[in-house]
């Protein structure tokens, strides 16, 4: 089989590019601004994120804040991205952002029915859940505000794996508090995060990678975390990385996930863990003024099942024009697309 070049993008409140949903799809009008973005209007931002998915020209898509509908998603790539589509969008109750997958089907790469999926409002796992964050033995309950999305992939000819999407809970604060109850948000929302990684570990991966039904299928585990390598100080409070719970744990190394961008580094920023190179996003500071923060939080990560199947990985800052995405496509997305090769 030909190789599969594969994105994972956080493409920014998708859903305000839609109509009311008690209404067949359809994209708002051109000129309407949109609501999250009031500088952009809908064709603005229809071009510019398409503009994007047509220069990396891929076979699959892992949207992150996808809209509510897989018929919005699937109007999307019928209508402003090259090729032809097979989409999916996974739905959460009370969510306008959700997360989708769009497999191109005209090239012959996947079998007649290019992908199956799990509703992950239906599978245990992702279901509320109770777990003690606190440390005073005391369980909380938790949920997931977004569901992960959950599909198997059929390329033509060749190896069936599978897909996690996730969009954890975000840790970010974006506003200015006092400092004592700055401090009593970003902690709660990382204990917030911290659970819900522990327990797609605890009660999905681990059973994935050691029940015979699943363990020997590959499985990608992608999307935005929310969360880099290593303690920020909040974390430190809490003893808690979630990349790294979701990851695995040095004691059952067997049941490690790689991860793409890190292993795209040089074997210097490996050795000396400098992330810069691998930075997806950036945020305001909502103290200090004209300071922006580089961070590391959306992730490819891949179960070891098959040796070097997930490679190649990069984020698409540098464009086709020479530019740097932001010139030139300003209204797609804070995020940088994460794209990489899938050899099987």
Sequence with gaps: MSDLKMVVWNMEWMNDLFGPNDQPAQFRPNDEPTVHNKKATVKQRRDDLSGVLNEIDVDIVVVIEGPNRTS??????????????????????????????????????????PFKYFDSNRIDSFDDFLLDTEGDKVQELHSFERKPLYVEIYPSNSTTFRVLGLHLKSKGIFDAYEWSKWWQISEGNRKKILAQASY????????????????????????????GPGLDASEKKIFGSAIERLMGSIWKPHLCLGNALFDSLDSRDKEELNFDKIQTTSYKDPIFINTWHKVWIDHVMYTKNLDNWVCGANIYKDVRSGNKIWE?????????????????
């Design 72 to 113: 919005e998603l699937q109007l999307f790539f019928d209508s402003d991205v090259n090729g032809t589509w097979k989409t999916y969008v996974q739905y959460s109750k009370g969510q306008s952002q959700n997360i989708g997958i769009a497999v191109r089907i005209d090239t012959n790469k996947f079998e007649s029915t």
């Design 200 to 227: 797609i570990r605890t009660e999905f991966l681990d059973k994935y990678l050691t029940q015979d039904s699943t363990k020997d299928i590959p499985l990608i585990v992608c999307g935005d975390i929310n969360d």
């Design 328 to 344: 030139d496509y300003k209204h797609s997305s804070d995020h940088f697309p994460i794209h990489f090769t899938i050899k099987m």
